[in-house]
C-alpha cells in the first residue's frame, strides 16, 4: 500500500529541521506506550506530534486506505460528499479517504488533542485536505452529519463495554457509510465484534469485511483481523530502529451501511497453498467453512489464486 504521494512531501516538510535524535526518543516512547495500550491523549507537544505521525501516520493511513478500498470496492457507486473523521488524530484517515474518493466536498476532522490537531492542520495546508475543517470536540459531543463517517484506532482508547453505544451515536450522524478501525488484536477486534452487534441491532447492514448481517461466528480464542503491508520511510525506519523497508499493519475493521451491498465470502487467513491446491478460509452467511480449489481444476484455480487475505472470494 503506497502512501499518497502528497502525504509523503507533507510528511517530509513538516520534519524540515527537526533534529532526527529527539524525534528518536520521543518515538520510543510512543511506541513503547502504543505496546502498553497506551491512548494519544498524551501528546502534548510539536515534537511529540510529529514522531507520532512519523511511526504511526503510515500505518493507520494504510488501514485506513485498505478499508475504503473495499467499502468502494462492494459499492462501486458510493461516491460521499462529506466526511467526518471523528478522533482523526494526525488526520491520516481523511487523507486515506480523500485519496479513494477526490470529489469529497467537505471534511470535518474532531481532534480534541491540540498538538494533534494542529499538526493535523499543518499536514493538510496545501494539499487536498486544505478546506478542510477542525474541530476541538470530544467523542460526546454533538458531532456534525456526513455521507461517510469514520473512527479510525478511536474505541482503543475507550473501555471495551464504551464500544457500542459510540457506534451507535456514531451511526445517528451518518448519511450513508460508517467505517470503525482498530488494531488487529483481540482486544481491538472485541470492539469491533460489539460495536457491529450494536450497529446491526440499530438497522444497520454490514457490507465488509463481513458479507452479512448474521451473528459474527468467530469462536474461542479466534479474532477476525487483516493485514496490510507498507513501505517504510527512510526516518520511519531510523525513528523505528527498522532493519526491513517494509512494515505489516495488522487491523480489525467493519464497514456498515444504509443499503445493503454485500455478497460472497470473505477471506480471512492467507491461503493454504499446497501442492493439491489452495484452501481458503472463509467468512459468508452460512458462517465460518474452508472451501479447496484443487490444482486440476485449471478454471477454477486459474481464477482464485491471486486472491488473498482479505479479499472477496
Not at 59 to 67: I, P
Request: net charge negative; charged share 20%; proline share 6%.
Amino acid at each position: 500500500m503506497q502512501q499518497s504521494p502528497l502525504l509523503t512531501d507533507a510528511l517530509a516538510l513538516l520534519l524540515e529541521g527537526v533534529p532526527r535524535k529527539d524525534l528518536a526518543v520521543e518515538a520510543k516512547a510512543i511506541s513503547d506506550g502504543y505496546r502498553a495500550g497506551a491512548s494519544s491523549h498524551g501528546i502534548a507537544t510539536p515534537l511529540q506530534a510529529a514522531a507520532y505521525s512519523t511511526v504511526r501516520m503510515p500505518a493507520t493511513y494504510a488501514a485506513s486506505a485498505a478499508v475504503f478500498a473495499r467499502l468502494a470496492e462492494v459499492m462501486p457507486d458510493f461516491a460521499p460528499a462529506s466526511l467526518l473523521d471523528v478522533g482523526a488524530g494526525t488526520g491520516a484517515a481523511s487523507w486515506a479517504a480523500v485519496t479513494q474518493w477526490p470529489d469529497l466536498q467537505s471534511i470535518t476532522m474532531l481532534e480534541p488533542n491540540p498538538a494533534l490537531r494542529d499538526l493535523a492542520r499543518r499536514l493538510a495546508e496545501n494539499g487536498p485536505l486544505a478546506k478542510a475543517e477542525f474541530l476541538s470536540a470530544s467523542l460526546e459531543a454533538e458531532k456534525p452529519q456526513a455521507d461517510l463517517v469514520a473512527a479510525s484506532y478511536v474505541l482503543a482508547e475507550l473501555a471495551e463495554q464504551e464500544a457500542a453505544a459510540v457506534a451507535r451515536d456514531l451511526w445517528q450522524g451518518t448519511g450513508a457509510a460508517l467505517a470503525l478501525i482498530e488494531p488487529g488484536t483481540p482486544q481491538g477486534f472485541a470492539r469491533i465484534r460489539a460495536a457491529r452487534a450494536a450497529l446491526i441491532e440499530a438497522g444497520a447492514h454490514v457490507v465488509a469485511p463481513c458479507t452479512h448481517d448474521n451473528v459474527c461466528p468467530m469462536k474461542g480464542d479466534d479474532w477476525c483481523h487483516f493485514s496490510q503491508r507498507l513501505p517504510r520511510s527512510r526516518d520511519h525506519m531510523l525513528l523505528k530502529d527498522a532493519s526491513v523497508p517494509f512494515e505489516d499493519e495488522r487491523y480489525s475493521y467493519v464497514v456498515v451501511t444504509r443499503e445493503k451491498a454485500a455478497s460472497g465470502a470473505r477471506i480471512l487467513a492467507p491461503p493454504l497453498e499446497t501442492k493439491p491446491g489452495l484452501t481458503f478460509k472463509l467468512c459468508d452467511q452460512s458462517g465460518l467453512r474452508a472451501q479447496f480449489v484443487a490444482t486440476r481444476d485449471r478454471d477454477e484455480y486459474r481464477r482464485v489464486r491471486k486472491h488473498g487475505w482479505g479479499d472477496l472470494f
